[in-house]
């Protein structure tokens, strides 16, 4: 099975801060990556998918970046709807897996 | 708009097997070649996917369930059901159905196992 490793497990930072998460796979996922919002009470939201392409409605102070091993998540300019926490997931073998999850707060 | 609706008894006893339908609006199960997903979440705890099952009827499991779950559809209904045997308390979650490579959600439902 494919591990997901993100850091930080948690992350605490100012409104306007440029945040981001890393999730490092175990094995080569080439682009098969997603990333999540979820704030408590509710179903996880798509952001990212194949690794670099922003959901539709999404806000575009997200991107995403990598390939192989290692992947990343931006937020340009954080804000105060970004609470919540953040995880990746990756469909390029089965069983399908999630990264731990980084909670965000804001300072 | 896409939506999705897990349903079922929120309390299921140990060693009995939880039952849950995930009900779908909008468009039919049967449109485009979509896989159907079941996700869980534990408190406090990160995502796990179950399995999943496509238009054709086939479908995958995670090794560590495989031997007590079954997910299937029901066209005539427009729904996917998910089957887990054999339950214990770990199997406490909030059970989420999911399409194709996550696009679109259930908003999940909360299922404890105890006596």
């Known amino acids: 099975d494919i591990q997901l490793t993100q850091s930080p497990s948690s992350l605490s930072a100012s409104v306007g801060d440029r945040v981001t998460i890393t999730c490092q796979a175990s094995?080569?996922?080439?682009?098969?990556l997603n990333w999540y919002h979820q704030t408590p009470g509710r179903a996880p939201k798509l952001l990212i998918y194949?690794?670099?392409n922003l959901e539709a409605g999404v806000p575009s102070r997200f991107s995403g970046r990598g390939s192989g091993t290692r992947f990343t998540l931006t937020i340009s300019s954080l804000q105060p709807g970004d609470i919540g926490t953040y995880s990746c997931?990756?469909?390029?073998?089965?069983?399908?897996?999630f990264g731990q999850g980084t909670k965000m707060e804001i300072k | 708009q896409l939506q999705l609706q897990e349903s079922g008894p929120g309390l299921v006893k140990p060693s009995q097997t939880l039952s849950l339908i995930c009900t779908v609006s909008g468009d039919s199960i049967n449109s485009g070649h979509y896989y159907w997903n079941w996700i869980r979440q534990p408190a406090g705890k990160g995502l796990e996917w179950i399995g999943r099952v496509d238009t054709t009827g086939g479908s995958n499991y995670h090794p560590s369930l495989k031997s007590r779950v079954t997910i299937s559809m029901d066209t005539s209904k427009n729904q996917v059901s998910l089957k887990l045997r054999s339950v214990t308390a770990a199997d406490t979650a909030v059970y989420y159905c999911?399409?194709?490579?996550?696009?679109?959600w259930g908003r999940g439902t909360l299922v404890t196992v105890s006596s």
């Open positions: 997931q990756q469909y390029h073998n089965l069983p399908f897996s």
């Open positions: 194949d690794a670099s």
């Open positions: 999911a399409r194709g490579l996550f696009e679109y």
């Open positions: 094995q080569d996922i080439s682009h098969f």
